[in-house]
C-alpha cells in the first residue's frame, strides 16, 4: 500500500461533460503529480503541485485544471470531455519537489468517455 | 527521437533466467526512476538512482551518468516478474520510456 489514495476507480461519463479526479496524498508528502496513461501514449506528466502552490506544469489541455488545498489533497478537473480524454489517470506523491524524491502512486482512476 | 528510451519494448523469456532492460537519456538529471506496473494497472515504484547501483532482492538497477545510461536487471526471473517496467528521468519534471512488457514463461 503506497498510502496514496485515489477516488474514483472508474468514472464513464459522455463527451462534453465534466468530471472531477482526487487524490489524497500519502501522510507527510508534500508534493502531488498527476500524470495521464493512454493506451498508445505511455505516461504523460500533466502537472504538479508543491504545498498548494503549482510547480511544474506539463502537457495539460486547457480544458483541464487542478489544484492542490491546505490539506494537501489534490483535485484535477477535466472539462468538456472528448473521446480521446479516456484514459487511466495517476496521482503520485513526494515529500520533495524535485526528481530526486521518491514517488508514491495511488491505483489510478480509469477514465471511459463515450 | 524520445529524451528517454528503453530498449527493449517486448521482451520475452523462461523462468529462472537473467533479464535486462535498458534506459538511455538525454535529459538533464537529479534522479533516475524504475517503475513497475502490473497488468492490473497501478504502478509501484522500484527504484530511484542519481549514481552508482542499488538491489533490492532479485533486482539491480545501475546507472552510467557519464554515459547517460541506466540498466534494470532481475535474476533468477520468475513469472510474477511480468509486467511492464517504466524508467523516468529529470531534475525536476520526469519524462517518462514507453516501457517495456516483460514476460516470463514458466
Known amino acids: 500500500d503506497s498510502g496514496v489514495t485515489q477516488t474514483p476507480k472508474h468514472l464513464i461519463t459522455a463527451t462534453g461533460q465534466r468530471v472531477t479526479l482526487r487524490c489524497s496524498p500519502r501522510?507527510?508528502?508534500?508534493?502531488v503529480y498527476w500524470y495521464q496513461q493512454s493506451l498508445d501514449q505511455g505516461l504523460q506528466f500533466l502537472i504538479q503541485y508543491y504545498n498548494g502552490e503549482e510547480r511544474a506544469k506539463g502537457n495539460i489541455l486547457e480544458r483541464f485544471s487542478a489544484q492542490q488545498f491546505p490539506d494537501l489533497h489534490s483535485e484535477l478537473n477535466l472539462s468538456s470531455l472528448e473521446l480521446g480524454d479516456s484514459a487511466l489517470y495517476f496521482c503520485a506523491s513526494s515529500v520533495g519537489w524535485a526528481a530526486d524524491s521518491p514517488l508514491h502512486f495511488g491505483n489510478g482512476t480509469r477514465l471511459t468517455v463515450t | 527521437k524520445n529524451e528517454v528510451e528503453q530498449s527493449p519494448q517486448n521482451l520475452t523469456a523462461q523462468e529462472g533466467e537473467f533479464i535486462t532492460i535498458n534506459c538511455s537519456y538525454s535529459v538533464g538529471i537529479s534522479a533516475l526512476h524504475w517503475l513497475q506496473q502490473h497488468p492490473g494497472g497501478g504502478i509501484v515504484s522500484l527504484f530511484m538512482l542519481s549514481s552508482g547501483k542499488k538491489k533490492h532482492g532479485r533486482l539491480i538497477a545501475t546507472i552510467n551518468i557519464q554515459e547517460k545510461h541506466s540498466s534494470l536487471h532481475i535474476t533468477a526471473s520468475h513469472p510474477r516478474d511480468s509486467a511492464v517496467y517504466i524508467c523516468?528521468?529529470?531534475?525536476?519534471?520526469?519524462?517518462f520510456g514507453q516501457g517495456t512488457r516483460l514476460t516470463i514463461n514458466p
Open positions: 523516468a528521468a529529470g531534475a525536476q519534471k520526469l519524462v
Open positions: 501522510s507527510g508528502d508534500l508534493s
